[in-house]
């Protein structure tokens, strides 16, 4: 009991996020996790994500990987636990705990009553489309995943409409895809939502996900359906798109007060949007940034809606689509907002933050930090699955590993793998247009450090690295390595040390570009990239020479022939005057 309570001494002081407690409900104890951001605050959310049979809080905790989303939105989450492992589905014992959770996170916490959002996978979705019925009152929205009344859906006359969110996988072997419609009709026709559904195909770039909308019905509910193609029974969180992102997304616009502000919600770019300029200190220019929203009032209309950049009013429009053009934004965080006004001259906001960098040095493999991710800005292929960063809850395939051997070059390295071993069939690529992240070079002269090691090769496989223009996919430097490191296919395994290698080029346009890393064209080829940084070594305003510095991409002198040679001619080149020479009948350019 001193462990628990210490526990919440600490995490009420912001030291542990994630504590696990219990609550006594109607003589019987039992357990939940709780997870609160730090500099949560009053009046935040709350949302309850119950677990499947035979599973339990910590499980689904791990399952829907909510932290992120709640770190950034400053919700409240609990993660309930059900009696042996399962729910009440018809009656009132797991709807009471429920209620006493709500009252004690109001207690603890100060959370907002009138958002409290409920979703459930598996029996725990059933158990959310349960409490449909029997607490409306006091859950605001549902998002039931994998999961609805197996025996028939029912909606009592003397409920609100109710705003829901229903994600499935079409492959699901346990609770039948097919009957999600149904489910979704008898509440569809509650809220008097219209009967032909608004259908988005490639949801967010997702080709596997098709959103369909049903609204707005009665009091401006809408009830949506997140179809997952060829997706079993598990919580889906790959290609970009995290189940409780959408959750949050779709729950945050509901709230049960009668408030009278308008809803606003930014459409793209998406939260955490990165640009990347390499280029002279206080020269690098970015793209422009279009900024969408939706908009709408219960008890009125929208006059306008405003945009801003953080205090500073950049566009306002009075008719849909809701969009700004954002232009020659500075380097930092920025904080681009929407505002509504409607007719009453009453406002409601939605922000996003995106954020603009100029370095002159970029460590990618920072954020080879946490196992099971792939990374924001990353795209991995294995010839079977392609994987979107950010995203993460992966066991199995292409992601971030965590290694722990005593001994070891890294603590952590992206994974990729060709599984059918066809030419360039297993890639990692960085800075594609279907990630968040756009990396822009200036013309000059660039080196790409990295480490990379084979993970169950012994035979070792070498790896093809590329650097490309986004636009056209134009190779600008290319390199073939061959590691001799192999980790063992063990993340405890001792490996080590790994030798640093460098790609040289020169980009002669301002542009957007791709680094790209191939494993080899073999079965089960593979590469852990543990360090890659790419460093601006000089820029050239005025443009790249007249030969164009392509003789320069004699791989920086002839990187194909040879790492021993390249050194030589590095040795050679520290005693030359910088200039334009001629060796073995190639051009080179001595800095």
């Not at 028939?152 to 609770?175: C, K, L, Q």
């Not at 066991?395 to 793998?417: E, I, P, S």
């Amino acid at each position: 009991m001193k462990k628990v309570l210490l526990s919440f001494v600490l995490l009420l002081t912001g030291i542990l996020p994630t504590v696990a407690d219990n609550i006594t409900v109607g003589g019987t104890q039992r357990a939940y996790i709780v997870y609160a951001p730090r500099n949560l605050g009053q009046n935040r959310p709350l949302l309850i994500s119950c677990h499947g049979m035979n599973q339990d809080a910590n499980y689904q905790k791990g399952m829907l990987a909510i932290e992120s989303v709640a770190d950034t939105a400053k919700f409240l989450t609990v993660f309930p636990e059900g009696i042996d492992k399962s729910w009440d589905i018809s009656g009132d014992r797991d709807i009471n705990f429920i209620k006493a959770l709500i009252d004690k996170m109001v207690t603890q916490y100060q959370i907002d009553r009138n958002r409290v959002y409920l979703s459930g996978f598996s029996m725990g979705g059933m158990f959310t489309y349960h409490a449909m019925n029997k607490i409306p009152d006091i859950i605001t929205a549902f998002a039931p995943i994998s999961g609805y009344p197996m025996w028939g859906t029912t909606a009592n006359s003397n409920v609100r409409p109710i705003p829901i969110i229903h994600t499935h996988g079409t492959a699901d072997d346990v609770v039948s895809f097919s009957g999600v419609q149904g489910a979704l009709n008898v509440w569809i026709n509650h809220n008097g939502c219209p009967t032909t559904a608004k259908v988005t195909r490639n949801y967010r770039g997702a080709a596997h996900i098709t959103r369909r909308v049903w609204g707005p019905g009665n009091e401006g509910v809408e009830v949506v359906l997140m179809e997952m193609a060829d997706k079993g029974h598990w919580i889906s969180n790959d290609n970009g798109v995290k189940t409780g992102d959408e959750i949050w997304r779709f729950c945050k616009r509901y709230t049960l007060s009668k408030a009278t502000n308008p809803e606003v919600s930014i459409t793209a770019p998406k939260e955490g949007l990165t640009y990347t300029c390499f280029a002279p200190e206080g020269a690098a220019t970015f793209p422009d940034i279009t900024v969408s929203a939706t908009a709408f009032d219960l008890n009125g209309t929208v006059q306008k809606v405003e945009f801003y950049d953080g205090e500073t009013l950049v566009a306002t429009t009075e008719n849909t689509p809701y969009e700004a053009v954002f232009t020659r934004l500075a380097p930092g965080v920025h904080t681009l907002k929407a505002v509504a006004i409607d007719n009453d001259g009453e406002a409601g906001a939605d922000s996003v933050l995106v954020t603009l960098a100029a370095p002159q040095t970029l460590d990618f493999s920072k954020a080879f930090a946490e196992a099971g991710c792939v990374p924001a800005g990353w795209v991995t292929q294995d010839s079977k699955e392609q994987r979107i960063g950010y995203a993460n809850g992966f066991t199995q395939g292409c992601r971030v590993l965590r290694f722990t051997g005593a001994t070891r070059a890294f603590d952590y390295g992206l994974y990729f793998r060709n599984i059918g071993g066809k030419n360039h069939q297993g890639w990692v690529k960085y800075g594609l247009v279907n990630t968040d992240n756009t990396l822009t070079l200036a013309p000059g002269h660039y080196t790409l450090k990295y480490q990379i090691c084979n993970w169950n090769n012994p035979e070792f496989s070498p790896v093809e690295i590329l650097v490309q223009q986004r636009n056209n996919f134009q190779t600008v430097a290319t390199q073939t390595y061959t590691p001799d490191v192999n980790i063992g296919n063990v993340a405890s395994n001792s490996f080590g040390p790994v030798a640093q290698q460098t790609l040289e080029f020169d980009v002669a346009t301002k542009a957007d570009f791709v680094f790209v890393f191939y494993a080899a064209a073999a079965e089960w080829a593979d590469c852990v990239i543990g360090q890659l940084i790419l460093t601006a070594d000089s820029y050239d305003l005025t443009g790249i020479s007249d030969v164009q510095r392509s003789t320069l991409n004699v791989q920086r002198y002839y990187d194909l022939q040879g790492r021993q040679q390249r050194s030589t001619f590095n040795d050679q080149r520290s005693t030359l005057k910088s200039g334009l020479y001629v060796k073995n009948g190639k051009k080179l350019l001595v800095k």
